[in-house]
């Protein structure tokens, strides 16, 4: 038995070194080497007796070490890197070419999609086991911020990033503590009145954070065809005047529905897109938007002075050739087309595909 594990072992190392490198073995080696993966395979199957696969198995790592020096027997950590080494490659050219993971920030898409989302505790926070269980499934976490001493806050600012985990910085009583959350959501959750003086292990805030949907982006459709009127599709805000200011110079990845495709005209009347003059419904998620229902709102004018298309019943747009048009379907909260026109072709990433992760009821295709 021992000697049939060992020769499996050597053969299995043995067929790689073949498919590997065989093409740069001499001819004579060639036949040696076929040869003593015939004799190996005898000794998995049985049928070479005890001694002579004994003597084989001592033999065989003499004999590979004249194919190849240094490898003379399987290395069971080698192989793991060389697996890993392997699945990072193919990850990374799924990445670059095919699919490519994001997640949403915002809710200019929501409820569609939902980005992050801080709201207020009024309990303590949950044992371990229902924190852990929470942020697993549903990308839910607890924080809470207790007076270190007496004292008061003098000071907030974003904090190091840890791979996908966001800190803050918090200035309370001339020392800075790090708190495990993103910036802009204490923000939000921080009191208006927070300048006031607390005492030790006083409450200060007390709040969770519900992560924003995690979406993979088919990154390879677009080479092939233009985005259609109704999907969800990301794209870079590279060169988009508008947005440029708004990020300030600093290239950043946008989703939004395409509403607008090259040769249409766009009319925005409160809650309908109208598209060359009839109400645009080529996809079901159109007919919830126009419901008022379940957290949607419609289509509605831009407020505010920076907006410039679509901002009444008798505004038109026309769609190029190489131009898209994006709107968010919270569109009462959407820095969309309407601000900075057009999203130029160049610009296009993909279309989202789906929501995996959290698992809420939004996880799944994206309509």
Known sequence: MPNKKEAKNFLQFLQKKWNYSRDLLKPNDLEKVSALKTDLAKVVSGRLPKDAAAKLIEQTPGQ???FWPGCTKPNSWAENIEVLFVALVVAFALRCYFVQPFKIPTDSMKPTLWGIYPESVEKRSPNILKRILDYAVSGKSYHILLAPEDGKIEGVRPGPSYLFIDTTLVKFAGKEYKLWTDYT????????????????????????????????VNKLS?????????????????????????THGVTQYYIKRCV?????????EEPYLYSDGQILAHRRAFERIYSKQNGYNGYVWPQGSTAAYLVSANDEVYIPEDKFWAMGDNSANSLDSRY?????????????????WPITKRWGLIQ
């Open 222 to 246: 677009y080479h092939f065809r233009l985005p259609k009127q109704g999907e969800v599709f990301v794209f870079t805000t590279k060169d988009i005047a508008g947005l440029q200011d708004q």
């Open 185 to 216: 959501s204490f923000i939000k959750m921080l009191p208006q009145h927070f300048r006031t003086t607390y005492k030790k292990g006083e409450v200060i805030a007390n709040f969770s954070v519900q992560a924003g949907d995690h979406i993979f």
């Open 260 to 268: 607008g495709t090259p040769g249409v005209t766009l009319r925005l």
């Open 340 to 356: 900075w026109k057009y999203v130029p072709r160049k610009n296009l990433v993909g279309t989202a595909l789906v929501v995996y």
């Open 64 to 66: 590979l070490e004249r």
